[in-house]
């Protein structure tokens, strides 16, 4: 494993992973710091590197009337306070050029969705900010033409970025995670799993996503297995009241008892 291009994840045990989890949206200041404080208390027990995710604002949804966020302003100095109050990196997607510049002064890694990896300017505006970038692979690209979209950020003279898979589009309504694409994908960046996509059903005619939360373990457990460098996450104490995303969020409750099976098997595959 090679962090040397992220260098915001400290202190790395050289037999664990890293990781990036929060809500899905920002909904407010108290549910965003009290999500952050249990993760970190488990995170610091458990050595685990924490970047707090959640994001500014929600571009892309199925129907107009879905929660798209709180204010753009006003949800990325939550992230910036949750920030500083933890000592630990922030991470939010992007979706249009002006957002780079803006959000990049409240965080310290900036998202490109995977709908919008291919957008050759918005990934440009993430890179020339200087910030980590953390390329979400597309449900419909090959492993292998990431290598692509990281090229676009090493030519703006930034190499400090990492890709994530969040699953390939399987017919219209559901995804899979071919885990042959982390060892392809490492050879071009960090790479990280993307456990709460991955598990999404998109398309549901209702026009509200829907998930597999029952397979959250599954997922985590075989990315681990296959030596992913990283995980995303979703995590929320009251998914099924989330504003967003809620169908396939972990419910905080849980999020402990799954990270130690995760260092374990870590640990485990570690002595191969």
Do not use: W
């Not at 404080?37 to 924490?50: A, C, F, N, Q, R």
């Not at 900010?129 to 003279?157: I, R, W, Y």
């Not at 694409?181 to 790479?191: K, L, R, S, V």
Request: negative net charge.
């Amino acid at each position: 494993m090679n962090l040397n291009n992220i260098p915001l994840i400290k202190n790395l045990e050289a037999d664990n992973f890293f990781l990036l989890a929060g809500p899905c949206a920002i909904e407010g200041e108290e549910m965003a710091m009290r999500i952050a404080e249990h993760i970190v208390t488990v995170t610091d027990k458990l050595k685990i590197p924490y970047v707090f995710k959640g994001s500014f604002k929600k571009a892309n949804r199925s129907r107009i009337d879905s929660f798209t966020g709180i204010g753009d302003e006003k949800a990325l100095k939550i992230l910036q306070k949750v920030g500083k109050e933890f000592g630990v990196p922030t991470v939010t997607d992007i979706h249009e050029n002006s957002d780079a510049a803006m959000a990049a002064e409240y965080v310290d890694i900036l998202q490109i969705p995977a709908f919008l990896v291919r957008q050759t300017d918005l990934v440009v505006a993430a890179a020339n900010t200087g910030k980590v970038v953390n390329l979400k692979k597309g449900q419909f690209m090959s492993p292998e033409s990431m290598k692509h979209a990281v090229q676009k950020v090493l030519d703006c003279n930034n190499e400090s970025v990492m890709v994530t898979d969040r699953g390939t589009m399987f017919g219209y309504q559901d995804m899979i995670v071919d885990y042959r694409g982390i060892p392809t994908m490492q050879q071009y960046a960090t790479t990280v799993l993307d456990i709460t996509h991955s598990l999404q059903q998109p398309n549901q005619s209702s026009g509200v996503t829907g998930g597999r939360p029952d397979l959250i373990g599954t997922i985590a457990k075989a990315g681990i297995a296959v030596g992913v460098d990283g995980l995303f996450l979703e995590t929320h104490f009251d998914p099924a009241n989330a504003k967003s995303d809620g169908a396939n969020m972990l419910h905080l409750d849980y999020f402990e008892d799954l990270m130690k099976k995760l260092v374990d098997i870590r640990q485990t595959i570690n002595k191969f």
